[in-house]
């Protein structure tokens, strides 16, 4: 069964910071990983979506690497703000699950002015 | 373009009660998930479905039922509610095609069952 994990669970940082969330999976079959971001009592956006072939992905001051072989991605956010205050989620899904996502438990970002 | 819509977004009910949280979408997706999400366990796959008229059993989904009778929508069942039901839900959608894994997600259905 596949397991993902989050670390850390939390983290506050001073504004203008260079920060990295981390995230590992237990079955390195996967076929792609994605990250969410989530603010308080809202849905998920996603942030990043890295297929199994890909070593990293970027988005503006987000980027995420995949190391499929050692069961890690890790989310780099450069240059963090207090609009990056957020809960960040990382999610795997199998080829043949039709797209079904097992989570982390996320983290907590806080960025401080 | 809404995207994936949820109603209603509150609910309290009383153990023992049933219920049925609707989703919504109009991307014309055909893929389309329930996960519910509790303090320091994630998101958890309850039911999901692959098309109009199809239905599957996810992580955890002893206590709901699902039906896709209509390809945007997707209706979530509580028969009896139990207090372990207490959680966030949310519905999510993506297309079949294999270049578009990208899930989309509602803004959630936040319930309360005491």
């Known amino acids: 069964k596949q397991e993902v994990t989050q670390i850390p669970a939390a983290l506050s940082v001073p504004e203008g910071e260079n920060l990295v969330l981390n995230c590992s999976f237990t079955?390195?079959?996967?076929?792609?990983l994605q990250w969410f971001r989530q603010d308080p009592g809202k849905g998920l956006t996603s942030l990043l979506l890295?297929?199994?072939?890909?070593r990293e992905q970027t988005s503006g001051r987000l980027n995420a690497s995949l190391d499929k072989s050692s069961g890690r991605s890790t989310l780099y956010i450069a240059a963090s703000q207090p609009g990056d205050s957020a809960t960040y989620l990382c999610?795997?899904?199998?080829?043949?699950?039709?797209?079904?996502?097992?989570f982390g438990q996320g983290t907590i970002l806080t960025v401080h002015p | 373009n809404a995207g994936v819509t949820q109603t209603p977004k509150f609910r309290v009910l009383k153990t023992g009660q049933s219920m049925t949280l609707l989703c919504a979408q109009d991307?014309?997706?055909?893929?389309m998930y329930w996960y519910r999400q509790d303090p320091g366990m994630g998101l958890r796959l309850i039911h999901y479905?692959?098309?109009?008229?199809?239905?599957a059993k996810g992580e955890v989904p002893d206590g709901y039922n699902v039906s896709r009778l209509k390809k945007q929508n997707f209706l979530l069942g509580l028969e009896s509610a139990a207090p372990s039901q207490t959680s966030v839900y949310f519905c999510?959608?993506?297309?079949?095609?294999?270049?578009?894994?990208?899930?989309?997600f509602g803004p959630g259905t936040r319930l309360t069952v005491t």
């Open positions: 999610a795997v899904s199998r080829g043949t699950s039709y797209g079904k996502l097992t």
């Open positions: 479905s692959v098309g109009e008229g199809t239905t």
């Open positions: 890295i297929q199994s072939s890909q």
């Open positions: 999510a959608s993506r297309p079949r095609v294999e270049t578009s894994y990208e899930q989309y």
């Open positions: 991307m014309n997706h055909e893929y």
């Open positions: 079955d390195s079959a996967i076929y792609n």
